[in-house]
């Protein structure tokens, strides 16, 4: 899952942070929780002040020992973020109103593209070929919907271009029941005006679709070959007919 409180790098990472011993971290994923979703129920329920008795009750089923009063503290104040974060989660879900995609979380972004890079080795996943983090967030939210829908090579842009246009608020003009409005444009688009940055954008739309786990990075460079072949088909087919044509002209 790519949401915060269902992430397992997240859950990890914010034990690591707070305190939490590794071995300790350990035990409570082979036990079962391995998000902070799960902590939140692990030790009662959402809106509930959290005892330490449930925080002791928990530490002793998954590590076999009474947690130490750090350890109780910490996974007290983890619990109660833990809590907080799927409340919000679960009213900005029902609050919704547009259609932006939710930010995947630093850690489990960074855990996704490690495992890529060593799983696609004869890929470099850096500079022109690094997918931009709003197209990951694209990826990931039709994934969670699971309603997938046509990604454009010129929205597939690179990790660089995303940073160097952050700021960039652009504008268009368009025409909406007869009054020209003003609006903030779709986004940054990649130049695909060349066959190598058509390619550049294919990678990346292609490592895309393996990150959110919609589609694998070989079954895409398959189907980059297929456009590529049908490409070359036509554009020797049209040499020889006009070859073909101007060989005609001449004997007339």
């Given at each position: ?24 971290v350990t035990s409570l ?149 007869g009054s020209l409005v ?39 460079a398959q189907w980059e ?28």
């Amino acid at each position: 899952m790519s949401s915060l409180i269902d992430s397992s790098a997240q859950f990890e990472s914010q034990l690591h942070d707070t305190g939490v011993s590794l071995p300790l971290v350990t035990s409570l994923k082979t036990h079962g929780v391995r998000t902070l979703a799960q902590l939140a129920f692990a030790i009662g329920q959402p809106g509930q002040p959290i005892a330490d008795t449930a925080i002791e009750t928990l530490v002793q089923a998954a590590a076999g020992r009474p947690p130490t009063l750090n350890e109780t503290a910490i996974l007290k104040r983890v619990a109660f973020e833990a809590q907080t974060y799927l409340t919000a989660t679960l009213r900005q879900a029902v609050d919704r109103t547009d259609d932006a995609p939710r930010r995947i979380p630093m850690a489990e972004r960074s855990t996704r593209m490690e495992v890529l890079r060593t799983n696609l080795g004869g890929i470099s996943i850096q500079g022109e070929l690094e997918p931009a983090h709003c197209v990951l967030d694209k990826m990931c939210a039709m994934f969670e919907a699971n309603s997938l829908k046509h990604m454009d090579l010129a929205a597939c842009i690179s990790r660089p271009y995303e940073i160097q246009n952050t700021n960039n608020k652009n504008k268009e003009m368009t025409l909406e029941r007869g009054s020209l409005v003003i609006k903030a444009s779709e986004g940054p688009q990649s130049a695909t005006d060349s066959e190598i940055k058509a390619h550049y954008a294919f990678v990346r739309r292609g490592i895309a679709f393996q990150f959110a786990r919609l589609m694998s990075y070989n079954q895409h460079a398959q189907w980059e070959s297929f456009l590529f072949e049908a490409l070359r088909f036509t554009q020797r087919a049209t040499a020889t007919l006009q070859s073909t044509q101007l060989g005609t002209a001449s004997t007339m």
